[in-house]
């Protein structure tokens, strides 16, 4: 426990991110791959080292850098762990994808990729309320550049709408947080976790981090930058934005909006459901009249966003660890699929659907990876997305009747559209030679897909090793939460919520 784990998982990318600048294009990758490994290492020894049932905070760091206003608060909980643990898979695996499709600036690409390791760590890892809004705004920078410098033809525009949007609700943010810091004399997280606002400041609080989580997860209708980044991100771009820097949405309204406005949260618990509700069906359509492979996954991602929101504001223990898990889930599956888009891609330089076709034929390692993903995003038992999927219904129903029919309905739509896609892509016939003559998987892609259909599959066959160590995490929410929790469907009633009717213990 001595070990400053967080910090040096920060710090090795970072040192990594400069050593790449000063590199050939084949050290830079060597370099990035090694530092990405050795995160890997570290983030696992951390796992093995956290205590589940122990301590809420663990590896605990704090040294002052700027007198009482800006510390190097680190510390992590359950839930902080498991996506750092998702931050730190994925990496080596989209350092892996980008190794022959990145030619170009690749100690530059390289170096990015490393910095942006480093910020998403440090958001998850940030006790501190300035520390967490620095690293939570510079994670725009190396995305914004991959985006922008190694992204598609519409780049530009793509990067432009991307940093703006989720810049645009930070700003709110900022102001959000000067305040509770005038407020409690303190900017440590965990002290204001546990201090009671005002329920009419806690109102402007909450309007004010939903505009930048919103943004973030993102939830409709401020949506719309999602598709035009994922089409125009390389592929490990859209990994890393679908599997990681989404959650951070999520995760805020975890650390942030629950816990510190709990009466508010209640209060605008019909806009986050009307508004999840509103997501799930209408992106779910979308996505089913989609042309580009990629721009429906990112549909996709969108409405399975939605399963996260309705599952955090259930307010009951099924909904905030479905939603969790879902996080999780999403975070390996979203990144496989854009992973296989990939494969495709490089071979025929085309993410149109209508290209291609029949190729279980010509790639049945391909044609069977990409059948495990496809069902995972469905939600089939034995998989990572069923146990999200499942936990989050289940709480949403406790909450309220109609918004489990609606979110059902997006598992039905969801269903129809990874399920079209999977049989225009893999089965019938191929109408084009240059398709039909693709070959099938390589060693490296082997190496990046398997290990993310072995997590997938862990997850949805013992989950309990993902949920052990938040449960805790949870109880301790679900204890803040308990006095505003609201009955049933009784918050979208007109007059005053009915709170439940137990004492003690909140209900779960």
């Known amino acids: ?259 510190m406005f709990p009466e508010a949260s209640a209060h605008f618990l019909p806009l986050v459901f009307v508004m999840s509700g509103i997501a799930v069906v209408y992106t779910s359509l979308v996505a089913l009249v989609q042309k580009d492979m990629k721009k429906l996954i990112a549909y996709s991602s969108v409405a399975h966003m939605a399963f996260v929101t309705f599952g955090l504001f259930a307010f009951n223990r099924q909904g905030i660890e479905g939603a969790l898990i879902v996080m999780l889930s ?42 495990l993903f496809t069902m995972a995003s469905v939600g089939l038992p034995g998989t990572s997305g069923f146990v999200g999927e499942f936990l989050a219904l289940t709480g949403t129903y406790r909450a309220s009747s109609w918004g489990a029919v609606v979110a059902t309905t997006g598992i039905i739509l969801g269903a129809a559209y990874m399920l079209y896609l999977y049989r225009r892509i893999v089965f019938g016939t191929s109408d084009n030679a240059d398709a039909a003559a693709m070959p099938d998987l390589n060693a490296r892609e082997y190496w990046l897909l398997a290990p993310i259909a072995a997590v997938v599959l862990w997850m949805g066959v013992y989950p309990e090793s993902f949920m052990a160590p938040m449960r805790a995490d949870v109880g301790r929410l679900l204890v803040r939460l308990h006095p505003a929790t609201p009955a049933g469907d009784s918050h979208f009633m007109p007059g005053k919520p009915v709170l439940p009717t137990t004492h003690g213990a909140p209900t779960e």
């Open 1 to 259: 426990m001595s070990v400053p784990f967080l910090t040096l998982l920060i710090t090795i990318p970072l040192v990594a991110s400069v050593a790449c600048l000063f590199a050939s294009a084949s050290s830079a990758r060597w370099i990035a791959l090694a530092a990405t490994l050795l995160n890997l290492a570290l983030g696992i020894l951390m796992w093995s080292q956290y205590v589940t049932g122990g301590p809420q905070w663990q590896f605990v760091e704090h040294h002052a850098l700027a007198g009482n206003s800006l510390s190097w608060a680190l510390g992590i909980d359950g839930i902080a762990l498991m996506l750092i643990m998702l931050s730190v898979f994925l990496m080596p695996i989209c350092i892996g994808a980008s190794w022959r499709s990145i030619e170009k600036r690749v100690p530059e690409y390289m170096a990015a990729f490393l910095l942006m390791e480093a910020l998403m760590i440090g958001v998850f890892a940030a006790q501190d309320l300035l520390l967490f809004y620095i690293f939570f705004e510079a994670g725009l920078i190396p995305m914004y550049l991959i985006i922008g410098i190694w992204g598609g033809v519409e780049r530009i525009r793509a990067s432009y709408k991307f940093f703006l949007y989720t810049l645009a609700g930070s700003v709110l943010m900022l102001i959000a947080m000067l305040v509770m810091i005038g407020i409690t004399g303190t900017s440590y997280i965990p002290a204001l976790m546990a201090y009671n606002f005002e329920p009419g400041l806690q109102t402007w609080l909450w309007l004010a981090f939903f505009a930048s989580f919103a943004v973030k997860m993102p939830m409709w209708p401020v949506h719309t930058w999602l598709p035009d980044a994922h089409v125009q991100a390389p592929t490990a771009g859209s990994v890393i934005l679908a599997g990681v820097l989404l959650k951070m949405g999520g995760y805020g309204f975890i650390r942030f909006s629950l816990p």
């Open 330 to 371: 999403h975070g390996l599956v979203s990144g496989a699929l854009f992973l296989c888009v990939g494969v495709i891609y490089d071979r025929l330089h085309t993410r149109e659907i209508a290209r291609y076709g029949g190729l279980a034929n010509n790639m049945p390692g391909y044609a069977l990876l990409f059948m």
